[in-house]
C-alpha cells in the first residue's frame, strides 16, 4: 500500500527567507511523486512533480523539490518566501510498479509568510 | 477554456434528502474523479473513473453513487445525506491515470444538517 505523510500542519517563515515544506512517502516500488497548492476557497493547483531523472525537481511560482530516495523523501523548498505564498500545500504520491494509480495525498500543511 | 467545473458551489441539505453534484472539464480528458477534503485528513478518493463507461470505488465511498455520464461530465449522488457528508467535494481530471497531473474544480461546499 502506498502512503504519504506530511509532518507539519503549519509552517512558520518571515517574508524573503526560505522555506521547506516536508513530505515522507512509502510505496512498494518506484514512486510518482507531486506537490499541489490549494489557496483560500479554491481548488488545487498542480505545482511540480517527479517522475524519472533528475532529482530536483523545479515548477511554478519559485518552488522546487528534491526527491531523495534513501530518505524516501520529498520536500518542497523555496529560496525566498513571499507573503503571497501562504496557502496550503499538499503532497502526493502514485505507485508505479502496480496496483492502484489513483494517488494518495498526505493531510496538507498550512504555510504562513509573514510579512 | 474553464478548465474543471463544478455545480452546485454551495449548497445545504436536510438530513435524509438527496442531491447531486454535478462535475464537467473541457479538456478531453480521460479520467475523473471525486473527492471529499474534510480538516485535518486531507483529500479522500470518493470514486473515480478512469475512462468512460467505467467507474471504481476510491477510499470513500460508503453513502454516494456516480455516474459517467459521456467523457466529459462525471456526477456524484448522495441519495441519503447525513451530517458527516458535510464537507468540501472536489472534482478533478487527468488525461489518463498514469502518472499524470490531476486538475482540479473550484469545490462545493456542502452542509448536512
Known amino acids: 500500500a502506498q502512503s504519504v505523510a506530511q509532518p507539519e500542519d503549519q509552517v512558520n517563515v518571515a517574508e524573503g527567507n526560505p522555506l521547506t515544506v516536508k513530505c515522507t512517502y512509502s510505496?512498494?516500488?518506484?514512486?510518482?511523486l507531486f506537490w499541489y497548492v490549494q489557496y483560500p476557497n479554491r481548488g488545487l493547483q498542480f505545482l511540480l512533480k517527479?517522475?524519472?531523472?533528475?532529482?530536483l525537481v523545479k515548477g511554478s511560482y519559485g518552488f522546487e523539490a528534491e526527491f531523495n530516495k534513501s530518505q524516501t523523501s520529498f520536500h518542497l523548498k523555496k529560496p525566498s518566501a513571499l507573503v503571497s505564498d501562504s496557502a496550503l500545500y499538499f503532497c502526493a504520491v502514485r505507485d508505479y510498479s502496480g496496483g492502484s494509480y489513483i494517488p494518495t495525498f498526505g493531510r496538507g500543511t498550512s504555510l504562513i509568510v509573514h510579512p | 477554456n474553464a478548465g474543471v467545473t463544478q455545480t452546485p458551489k454551495f449548497q445545504v441539505l436536510k438530513t435524509g434528502q438527496s442531491m447531486t453534484l454535478q462535475c464537467a472539464q473541457d479538456?478531453?480528458?480521460?479520467?475523473m474523479y471525486w473527492y471529499r477534503q474534510d480538516p485535518g485528513m486531507g483529500l479522500r478518493l470518493i470514486y473515480y473513473?478512469?475512462?468512460?463507461?467505467?467507474?471504481d470505488k476510491g477510499e470513500v465511498p460508503n453513502g454516494y453513487n456516480v455516474s459517467r455520464l459521456n467523457k466529459r461530465e462525471f456526477s456524484l449522488r448522495l441519495e441519503s445525506a447525513a451530517p458527516s457528508q458535510t464537507s468540501v467535494y472536489f472534482c478533478?481530471?487527468?488525461?489518463?491515470?498514469?502518472?499524470?497531473?490531476?486538475?482540479f474544480g473550484p469545490g462545493t461546499r456542502l452542509l448536512v444538517l
Open positions: 479538456m478531453n480528458h480521460n479520467s
Open positions: 510505496v512498494s516500488g518506484n514512486p510518482y
Open positions: 478533478a481530471s487527468s488525461e489518463a491515470t498514469v502518472p499524470e497531473t490531476q486538475y
Open positions: 517527479y517522475i524519472t531523472g533528475d532529482n
Open positions: 473513473s478512469a475512462s468512460e463507461g467505467t467507474t
